[in-house]
Structures are given as structure tokens and as C-alpha cells.
């Protein structure tokens, strides 16, 4: 079992997952522009969500930004893909997209 860090510069990109597996999911957030990072599709034979959390940065001022941090258990493997949204949830205006695909080890 081992922990996969992921920011928001490997989108696109595939990683290779075990049962049993957690990825750490680290993007860029700004809530009080009313962007924010929401799960669009996830495979939940495959993967679940055990925390989603955002932490505003030390420097950051009023309306400041920080980092929405989301942890994912591998349940079971196989291909796939996560996919996040940054947007508005009552326009559905998306500011960026992040897809992760993932495969066996």
C-alpha cells in the first residue's frame, strides 16, 4: 500500500494504482470567487472518497486562495478515470477541468 501525490500539473496524465492504494489529491482553490473543485465522475466500485477538505494558505488575505485537498482509496483495480471540476454550482460556469486516469500496477 502506498499513498500517490497528485497536484493539478499531471492532469491528463495516468497513473498506476494497487488495491489498497491512496491518492492524495492536491489543487489549487479560491472559493470566495465561488469556483470550486467538485467530483464530476468517479468509479465508485473502484475508488472512494474518505476525506475532501480545503485549507486556506498561512499567507493568504481576506479572499485569499489555498489548496482543496481530496484523499481516495483504491478499492479495487482497474482502468478508469477521476475527473473534477472547478466551477460555479449555480451557473455550472467551469473555470478548469482535472482528469486523472488510472490503471493496474
Not at 3 to 14: G, K, L, P, R
Not at 43 to 54: G, K, P, R, W
Request: aromatic share 8%.
Amino acid at each position: 500500500m502506498k499513498t500517490i501525490q497528485v497536484t493539478d500539473s499531471v492532469s491528463q496524465e495516468t497513473i498506476a494504482v494497487a488495491e489498497g492504494d491512496q491518492i492524495e489529491l492536491r489543487l489549487e482553490e479560491t472559493p470566495t470567487t465561488g469556483y470550486r473543485w467538485e467530483i464530476t465522475q468517479i468509479n465508485n466500485e473502484q475508488l472512494t472518497i474518505v476525506d475532501n477538505a480545503y485549507t486556506l494558505y498561512e499567507s493568504a488575505g481576506i479572499g485569499g486562495g489555498g489548496i482543496r485537498t481530496v484523499h481516495i482509496h483504491v478499492l479495487r483495480v482497474g482502468t478508469g478515470q477521476l475527473v473534477l471540476e472547478n466551477r460555479q454550482s449555480w451557473s455550472n460556469d467551469v473555470y478548469k477541468s482535472f482528469t486523472l486516469f488510472y490503471q493496474p500496477e
